[in-house]
């Protein structure tokens, strides 16, 4: 069954450093989610993206956060000057079609810690 | 704003018994409610989803209703087992399905 892949599992960055977190969504879908999950805390939605644009972003993502599709395969997330809050689980989703009312199938997720 | 309301935050239950967790939603417009199992140190993983055209959904031992007048939406796990034993989350797509609003989670112990 195809899946979603994020890369790397775990990234341990220095505050105020830039990291990107890869992802690799289903090759057929469409949608394109990150999501944060601070430990122990719920999972929190971050930014949409469909057709090479923003859909709708949340408070969350402000100006230090940008996403981009470079390749038509690869979907990143990246933070410009990392700060110790941004330490969580980040989760890249996908969703094949225009409906809403279809699911999201999750990646692994990406461990970021900075210190 | 939309919100996702999720009770009970903790859960315990024997095994064999049953477990029921509810979710509440505001916006009115969201037309699709699926739940997620996590386990720790894992990714969300989808269990069960219903559509706002149907009220009930089963999947084996487990369940969800659909209220969609009061807007609640609820999981019921029956015949619990011990790999049940996780985080559950709900969750609503605000209209157009942009965005994702996930409840604050339940963590279930199912005791042997």
């Known amino acids: 069954e195809p899946e979603v892949t994020q890369t790397p599992s775990h990234q341990v960055t220095q505050m105020g450093q830039e990291v990107i977190l890869r992802c690799v969504p289903i090759?057929?879908?469409?949608?394109f989610y990150w999501y944060r999950q601070i430990l122990g805390q719920k999972v929190e939605f971050l930014v949409s993206?469909?057709?090479?644009?923003?859909?709708?972003k949340s408070e969350i993502f402000d100006d230090q956060f940008s996403v981009e599709r470079p390749d038509g395969s690869n979907f990143t997330l990246k933070i410009r000057s990392t700060k110790l809050e941004d330490s969580a689980m980040y989760f890249c989703?996908?969703?094949?079609?225009?409906?809403?009312?279809?699911?999201?199938?999750f990646g692994d997720g990406t461990r970021l810690s900075i210190l | 704003g939309e919100n996702v309301e999720q009770h009970p935050s903790t859960l315990s239950v024997q095994e064999g018994d049953s477990a029921v967790i509810k979710c509440t939603y505001s916006d009115s417009a969201s037309n699709y409610f699926p739940w997620y199992k996590q386990e720790l140190g894992k990714r969300p993983q989808l269990i069960i989803d219903i559509r706002s055209n149907v009220g009930e959904k089963k999947d084996q031992r487990i369940a969800v209703t659909l209220n969609k007048t009061a807007k609640h939406f609820s999981l019921h796990i029956t015949e619990t087992q011990p790999e049940d034993s996780a985080v559950y989350f709900c969750a609503a797509p605000n209209t157009g399905g942009f965005k994702t609003i996930f409840g604050a989670g339940t963590r279930l112990f199912v005791k042997a």
């Open positions: 090759s057929n879908h469409l949608y």
């Open positions: 993206f469909y057709n090479n644009e923003i859909s709708e």
């Open positions: 989703a996908s969703r094949e079609g225009l409906l809403s009312n279809q699911p999201q199938h």
